[in-house]
């Protein structure tokens, strides 16, 4: 059996704050299941979303369009972390960094500053 193209792995805190882990490819394929899990997360009252995107390995129109429908399902902030430089160039290059909250690791502040 092949391994799923994406895994989502969730962890609930207090505050109504929840970490949502993504690996593998978020594409039009698996974008539903990303938008499931938050809403899902939504509807059990959280509404603070940490993504961490360090194991994404792709991400194509149907990925950011998730990832804004997420944004866009509650009232609390969606934060992104652990962006590829390819994939923090398409959120750049699409406007969509603007809309989102992108946050920035300190090895990627090194990167491009360095």
Known sequence: MA??????EVSRHDGGR????LTGDLDF????????AVTE?????????DVDLTGVTLCDSSGLSALLVAHRAGVGPVRLSGLSPALRHLLDRTGLAEVLAVTSSSGDDQRATG
């Open 3 to 8: 391994a799923p193209l994406l895994t989502i």
């Open 18 to 21: 929840a970490r949502v882990r």
């Open 29 to 36: 394929d698996t974008a539903p299941q990303f938008v499931d």
């Open 41 to 49: 997360l939504r509807r059990d009252g959280y509404q603070t979303m």
